[in-house]
């Protein structure tokens, strides 16, 4: 645990409802969290527009240039030099910031999270670890790594395992979360060589290994940790929100144009659906971290809504709360 | 294409509504299939029950054992010699049969195919094929491989996509059929290197090649036939299911627990359900098809029902119709 003020650095020009949405969820979250400082980095004249003057909790720093989603991740980085997200990137490198939150391009905010922030010493390889949902509660369980890693070794998955358990138990308040590794078949002898190693490693380690996960199990809370390689755990990942917007782009679809009667029947079946909505929704769980770098780095939807930012700052509120970064420095540097 | 007889052998006992949902089918397809013999492998005294006598397209295989789905796949297939799945992959194999379907534990299914029926000479690795359902229309689309293989070589990846994009031509009647490779970004580098290499590979092959596809997108029809390495397509394939299947369950949870209102919301909202539901009906599209074996092997869900396994047996008689093996033949002994 953690006293002093945290600092959270906030790209303000990342994702399809910036700045608006970003300023928004800084302003009520900033009043739950009084020894917060937030760090907007962006274009100063919209930001100025929206932000109160003069809160001593509030910082503008005025950048730019902005990272777009279409622009070559490292190229942007490296070109890009005074846009919001590789100035607020070198702010956490500094020191002058504790955090980096961004809605922007995910491939770049990786980048700066590895090659400007950097990896803590003893990590392999950081992984990117979000939240999803659950079918029968609201705990919800994280996968690493879901992208930031095209190859993986079996050395990787065990470190992204006890670092998301890790922030499981610390973050989520998950007491001695199951861990489970995303396989082929349920038996120890499943999967590639990759897949084989890592089952016996995980076995052999202090988690609470569960052993093999399928796909089809993903959601239905056996797990509340599930280790990946970055290749499948991002077609898995894309695959269940692919999955999940067909079907209720579809439901819609269908409760709209069958007519009169299947209009009143959505109004009056509003409620149920409401129930699944909510299931499904990951707003809630905040964005997708990226562990093994020196600061926490959180990356939220792009078209995340004030709503989705504010859970984000809630989330790395805790991270900073909870100090993981000087838990995984100490744990990996031995 | 072929004139003469097709003789499907069938494994009457896999699946969990065997016998009965298979002779159903059989029954219900031999009408519209007259040129078609089915020969029936399992348990004589339940299948006599259930089947007319004497009837001239129908033949029963006594068998003594069954592959259960718990069974070790290699295992059951070399110890369960007198299994209705064996016997009838054995059938195949010597010529007396022209076809195999199962609805019965996958590996052993897989395994027979593989070892008793053989690979095609010039075929490195036979691949697993199901079709799968996409949001805009009833076309659906082809993605190979599901899982025969845990670990893939980009030669492998190259002839499941030509396979794929034979079957999708002369199966569903897909004219040039677009084929796209599951990586995890859009761009020609992406990827680790087996992607890689499969992306230059089909770039540089016959098929209509479309490039890269994301996880999300792959229910939205933007491809024809989608080539995966055996490990992602397992937990893809999983993925989607298992969340189309907490989706439903949840609504259906949501429309029946939360009172009258939304029951009565329920009814009216059925047609609109139903028109989901539909979308999503793969059973229409037939089984799972392993492409690369000397003779035609499908895998239909154990828990078909009788509709299900009857657009297999379809699904079969156009296979052999087409004539597909003796075209693959051709191709790769080239």
Known sequence: MRQEMKR?????????NAPKAIVDAVLKAKAELPEDQFILFGDEAQ??????QDDPQIEIVATTEVILDEDEPVKAMRSKKNSSMVVAANWVKEGKADALLSL???GALLSCGIFIIGRIKGVARPGLMPTMPVQSSDDGFNIIDVGA???SKPEYLVQWAEMAAYYAEKVRNVRN???????NGAEYDKGDDLHKAVYQLLKDSKLNFTGNIEGHELLTGKADVVVTDGFT????LKSIEGTASVIIHLLKDGLLNNGVKAKLGALLAKDALKTVASRF???KYGGAVLLGVNSPVVKQHGRSDARAVYYAVKQIDKILTEDLISAFKAEFSK
């Open 104 to 106: 922007g391009n995910t």
């Open 47 to 52: 930001l100025k527009e929206l932000l109160p």
């Open 177 to 183: 979360p199951r861990v489970a590794l995303l396989n």
């Open 233 to 236: 755990g991002n077609a898995v």
């Open 149 to 151: 890693n095209a190859t």
């Open 281 to 283: 929704d990951t707003a």
């Open 8 to 16: 959270i650095a906030i790209d303000a020009m990342g994702g399809e």
